[in-house]
């Protein structure tokens, strides 16, 4: 996908100490504005791998598109974990002890980080990064994260879990999942976008009109054909293909 994948997290449901704290991890490709993984976990490595993990079973491994995070270690190393391999260093036949293999990125690996810095609140400064990967092979303007975190205000307004100091706000892991897994199904096969209207040309009583077709993010990436209502999603067999 042209425009890379992004990770992100989204308001903690409790406040705790940080290990404790429960988020909604992202992943979102912006070109067909699809959300590919939402998963809810704490703040910590184990959390990072398995939205990498989500993720990488749902794109074209085999032409790996641009990953974007903010400045969180762990997407890093999970990264890593995922798209490496072991450099081995060849003996120099001198004294001392052998050079130790070392992880290295995968040469189709492409990754950048935005780094906000704040004082007081507020953003004073934002830094691109270029983790994995090269200039020459990373356009600057691909490097950012404005469409996550706009998905990540419409999580909140729609997902009641996610609002902390009220009645309503998620008190078990497996029913937080439960909501984001169905939020993120909405989404993608419900709700239109307008960035994603496709325009044609329509003929009524021999005038031409210029008119657009509205699409979810599931017909931009061509997976259906079709808006979904929220009766068909619901009662859909979830054991078959949804082509079928």
């Given at each position: 996908?042209?425009?890379g994948?992004?990770?992100?997290?989204?308001v903690?449901r409790?406040?705790?100490?940080?290990?404790?704290?429960?988020?909604?991890?992202l992943?979102?490709?912006?070109?067909?504005?699809?959300?590919?993984?939402?998963?809810?976990?704490?703040?910590?490595?184990?959390?990072?791998?398995?939205?990498?993990?989500?993720?990488?079973?749902?794109?074209?491994?085999?032409?790996?598109?641009?990953?974007v995070?903010?400045?969180?270690?762990?997407?890093?190393?999970?990264?890593?974990?995922?798209?490496?391999?072991?450099?081995?260093?060849?003996?120099?036949?001198?004294?001392?002890?052998?050079?130790?293999?070392?992880?290295?990125p995968a040469?189709?690996?492409?990754?950048?980080?935005?780094?906000?810095?704040?004082?007081?609140g507020?953003?004073?400064?934002?830094?691109?990064?270029i983790?994995?990967?090269?200039?020459?092979?990373?356009?600057?303007t691909?490097?950012?994260t404005s469409?996550i975190e706009?998905?990540?205000?419409?999580?909140?307004?729609d997902?009641?879990?996610?609002?902390?100091?009220?009645?309503?706000?998620?008190?078990?892991?497996?029913?937080?999942?439960?909501?984001a897994?169905l939020?993120?199904?909405?989404?993608?096969?419900?709700?239109?976008?307008d960035?994603?209207?496709?325009?044609?040309?329509?003929?009524?009583?021999?005038?031409?009109?210029?008119?657009?077709?509205?699409?979810t993010?599931m017909?931009?990436?061509?997976?259906?054909?079709?808006?979904?209502?929220?009766?068909?999603?619901?009662?859909?067999?979830?054991?078959k293909n949804?082509?079928?």
């Amino acid at each position: 996908m042209s425009c890379g994948l992004l990770f992100k997290k989204t308001v903690p449901r409790m406040e705790h100490e940080s290990e404790d704290e429960r988020w909604i991890w992202l992943s979102f490709a912006p070109e067909h504005r699809l959300i590919l993984a939402a998963y809810a976990g704490a703040m910590t490595q184990d959390a990072a791998d398995e939205i990498v993990k989500q993720t990488c079973m749902r794109i074209d491994e085999e032409n790996l598109p641009l990953f974007v995070t903010d400045g969180r270690k762990y997407y890093k190393q999970a990264l890593l974990d995922k798209y490496s391999y072991i450099a081995k260093f060849p003996r120099t036949g001198r004294r001392g002890r052998p050079r130790k293999t070392m992880q290295m990125p995968a040469p189709k690996l492409k990754y950048a980080q935005v780094v906000k810095e704040r004082e007081g609140g507020a953003i004073v400064n934002i830094e691109k990064r270029i983790i994995f990967g090269t200039f020459d092979d990373i356009n600057d303007t691909n490097i950012s994260t404005s469409h996550i975190e706009r998905e990540n205000l419409t999580l909140r307004q729609d997902n009641n879990r996610l609002t902390r100091k009220t009645l309503g706000y998620s008190k078990t892991d497996e029913w937080l999942q439960y909501h984001a897994t169905l939020q993120m199904t909405e989404h993608n096969f419900v709700r239109t976008h307008d960035s994603l209207k496709k325009p044609y040309k329509k003929q009524i009583k021999g005038k031409v009109w210029r008119k657009y077709k509205n699409q979810t993010p599931m017909m931009s990436a061509g997976i259906t054909d079709h808006i979904w209502t929220l009766k068909e999603l619901l009662t859909f067999p979830y054991h078959k293909n949804i082509n079928t």
